[in-house]
């Protein structure tokens, strides 16, 4: 609670993909309860063969209830889907808990209806955005331009 993460954490990526958030969360806290979620059924064995607790489906459609304190996440940022699932998370964070994203650039300075939306929900919700260093993601494979979404329920 108050933005820090304890043993006794509820920890969500609902954005799994082959694990390498969750990896570190089991590391860094390995008696917290975890869940992770993937629509992707091949990544999903990689993460049951780790052994994390999976669900597996289209997170988007998934009813949500207030029970993650951290949520950790790097979810798809093809057409903007990151703003998508960043507010669905959201929905998904307990009274005190911390959600944490990494997001494509684009929702920050296209115009449009959905862009504009999501900064002013940002905002709303007390959302802190900063800049990820270029190359950030160089070890997997890419040199895509990041930005880190940290929002405090």
């Known amino acids: ?21 969750a990896d570190v969360i089991r590391e860094c806290f390995p008696c917290a309860y975890l869940q992770v979620h993937e629509i992707n059924p091949t990544l999903c064995a990689i993460l049951e063969s780790k052994r994390h607790s999976v669900f597996q489906g289209d997170f988007l459609q998934v009813e949500p209830t207030e029970w993650a304190d951290c949520i ?4 798809p ?3 903007m889907a990151d703003i998508d699932h960043v507010m669905h998370a959201y929905k998904f ?9 990494v997001m ?10 959905k862009a504009e939306a999501f ?3 940002l905002e709303s919700v007390g959302g802190e955005v900063e800049d990820l260093p270029d190359g950030s993601f160089l070890p997997s494979g890419t040199g895509v331009s990041t930005k880190l979404v940290t929002i405090q329920r």
């Open 1 to 21: 609670r108050n933005g820090k993460a304890e043993l006794s954490s509820n920890f969500y990526d609902p954005s799994a993909g082959d694990g390498a958030i």
């Open 72 to 75: 950790l996440m790097n979810p």
């Open 77 to 79: 940022f093809e057409n």
């Open 93 to 101: 964070l307990a009274e005190g808990g911390v959600l944490s994203s």
């Open 104 to 113: 494509s650039p684009g929702p920050f300075f296209r115009s449009g209806a």
């Open 119 to 121: 900064r002013a929900w």
